[in-house]
T-cell receptor, first 119, second 115 residues
């Protein structure tokens, strides 16, 4: 009965390095959402993916950030050439049905987050 | 664009007293509204939701929320607070049709329940 699994829980990187954050959705869920949490800004949507497809990336910064959800394996949020402003908690959530189309009225199931610190 | 306002960064209440955490929203058309709770260094946990029907929604751990369409509010309430309720609470909204189906979250309200 595993929930949404995220790893690593904590990641420290120096400026200019790459950060890779992984998310395995709940069993039976094929829709994944990434959010970023900053102390003064709350939770901000980044990207919504389904297996092998990016559905909505309207919240993703145009540069250095990318996300994928391959046919096999976890979803990955990748941040290239990290800067101090990327320090935040990154949360992944999943749902059994997609939210697009509005027929799914359910809640999202969140992982415990990956906390990125950029030195 | 849809949005959520949680006007209080922090709410302090004594154990045993009623608590209210405020939330107002803006969305195109009818809303789906949610409350989540986050304990330190943990992910968000779903508490309750309003989709349609009765304006008073009951959820986990004795929490309830009242949907008020005219005031565009969805305040979280509990009749008697516990110290263990101390956590960060997030209100979220998404459009029921049209608009954005991606949930938008408020900035969060820190609830502190004093013994």
């Amino acid at each position: 009965n595993a929930g949404v699994m995220q790893n690593p829980r904590h990641l420290v990187r120096r400026r200019g390095q790459e950060a890779r954050l992984r998310c395995s959705p709940m069993k039976g869920h094929s829709h994944v959402y990434w959010y970023r949490q900053l102390p003064e800004e709350g939770l901000k949507f980044m990207v919504y993916l389904q297996k092998e497809n990016i559905i909505d990336e309207s919240g993703m910064p145009k540069e250095r950030f990318s996300a994928e959800f391959p046919k096999e394996g976890p979803s990955i949020l990748r941040i290239q050439q990290v800067v101090r402003g990327d320090s935040a908690a990154y949360f992944c959530a999943s749902s059994p049905l997609g939210l697009a189309g509005f027929s799914n009225t359910g809640e999202l199931f969140f992982g415990e987050g990956s906390r990125l610190t950029v030195l | 664009a849809q949005s959520v306002a949680q006007p209080e960064d922090q709410v302090n209440v004594a154990e045993g007293n009623p608590l209210t955490v405020k939330c107002t929203y803006s969305v195109s058309g009818n809303p789906y509204l949610f409350w989540y709770v986050q304990y330190p260094n943990r992910g968000l946990q779903f508490l309750l939701k309003y989709i349609t029907g009765d304006n008073l929604v009951k959820g986990s751990y004795g929490f309830e929320a009242e949907f008020n369409k005219s005031q565009t509010s969805f305040h979280l309430k509990k009749p008697s607070a516990l110290v263990s309720d101390s956590a960060l609470y997030f209100c979220a909204v998404r459009a029921a049709s049209g608009g954005s189906y991606i949930p938008t979250f408020g900035r969060g309200t820190s609830l502190i329940v004093h013994p």
